[in-house]
């Protein structure tokens, strides 16, 4: 891997590379301040422009494919969901050092909730409840395949190469046998619905310890609605996880899916980023920790 980056054909993507292509292809933003978000993502860069807006460049082929799905598909999203969503400003083109499309969004403001240090997890558990609710009740034909449009049982072999890979960072047996545990569980598929599929501490933001706005729709699309349930373990505390599968009504299926789900995205994302992005890697740990305790 590359001294300083996650993926090996990963671009190098820095402050005067955007400002170039914004001076190049949105010269009416070229005058405006610009900074680089701290963030833990793993697909894109992002850079905040002037007060309200960022851009944000992939930095895998995976995401930029991402790009025209987000500009279909989130301005009809918007008025159908209770918290804010990215709003695309502009789709940039591919030039010298960007090899693919790029975008600008509006910014939102609002922090990411930290891991076990959740004010209000209660009403947090409410919050996200309502935002997976909405988004499940959605009716938009035509929508494309979610990223974690599989079923449970696909990623199998993947889940278990990962549990044996990390034996000695996390409890392979106990990985193993809730890992078994989540299959029984995925006998009875549900229906496709819209589902946002990563939702993560990262793509979540929050103001005054509510849930304010969800962001990073990459993985948007029709999928089983049990991956929705990940921030359960990924966001929740256990005290509060009751009132987020009360809210949505999840059959004890659904939630041995979803627990799955976060387990087997967790054991991949500690196995591909323990060394390149620990705060990626921390999370993980984090939600084998409530799997297994859970």
Same mark, same amino acid.
């Given at each position: 891997?590359?001294?300083? =980056?996650?993926? *090996? ?20 933003? !070229?005058? /405006? ?9 793993? !697909?894109?860069?992002?850079? &905040? ?6 851009? &944000?460049?992939? /930095?895998? $082929?995976?995401?930029? $494919?991402?790009?025209? =799905?987000?500009?279909?598909?989130? +301005? ?13 400003? %502009? =789709? ?13 969004? &509006? ?28 988004? #499940? ?5 035509? %929508? ?9 049982? !696909? ?16 409890? %392979? ?5 809730? @890992?078994?545990?989540?299959? #029984?569980?995925?006998? #009875? +598929? ?16 929050? !103001? ?24 359960? @373990? ?20 659904? @939630? ?24 990626? $890697?921390?999370? *993980? &740990? ?9």
């Amino acid at each position: 891997m590359p001294p300083g =980056k996650m993926h *090996a054909d990963e671009p190098t993507v820095d402050t005067a590379l955007v400002r170039r292509l914004i001076a190049a292809q949105f010269p009416r933003w !070229a005058g /405006l301040p610009l900074a680089s978000v701290d963030s833990a993502g793993t !697909a894109n860069a992002m850079y &905040r422009l002037g007060e309200d807006m960022v851009v &944000r460049l992939p /930095l895998v $082929a995976g995401a930029a $494919a991402d790009v025209e =799905k987000e500009h279909h598909w989130l +301005p009809l999203l918007a008025s159908r969901l209770p918290f804010a969503i990215p709003a695309p400003l %502009g =789709k940039g083109m591919p030039a010298e050092g960007c090899p693919w499309h790029w975008s600008v969004y &509006r910014w939102l403001a609002g922090a990411n909730p930290v891991v076990a240090r959740i004010a209000e997890p209660r009403l947090l558990a409410a919050d996200l409840a309502a935002f997976v609710a909405a988004l #499940r009740r959605t009716e938009l034909p035509g %929508g494309p395949p979610s990223y974690r449009s599989e079923p449970l049982p !696909a990623r199998d072999a993947g889940t278990r190469a990962a549990i044996e890979a990390l034996r000695g960072i996390v409890d %392979g047996d106990a990985a193993t046998a809730a @890992w078994n545990d989540a299959l #029984r569980g995925a006998a #009875r +598929p549900a229906p496709a619905v819209w589902i946002h599929g990563d939702l993560q501490p990262g793509n979540l933001l929050l !103001a005054q310890d509510r849930l304010s706005a969800v962001i990073d729709f990459g993985c948007l699309g029709l999928g089983d609605p049990a991956v929705d349930l990940i921030p359960a @373990w990924y966001v929740l505390p256990a005290e509060a996880r009751g009132v987020f599968r009360g809210a949505l009504d999840v059959d004890d299926d659904t @939630w041995a899916r979803g627990r799955g789900w976060a387990l087997s995205i967790a054991l991949d994302e500690l196995r591909h980023y323990r060394e390149t992005n620990p705060v990626m $890697a921390g999370i *993980a &740990r984090h939600v084998v920790r409530e799997v297994l305790g859970d």
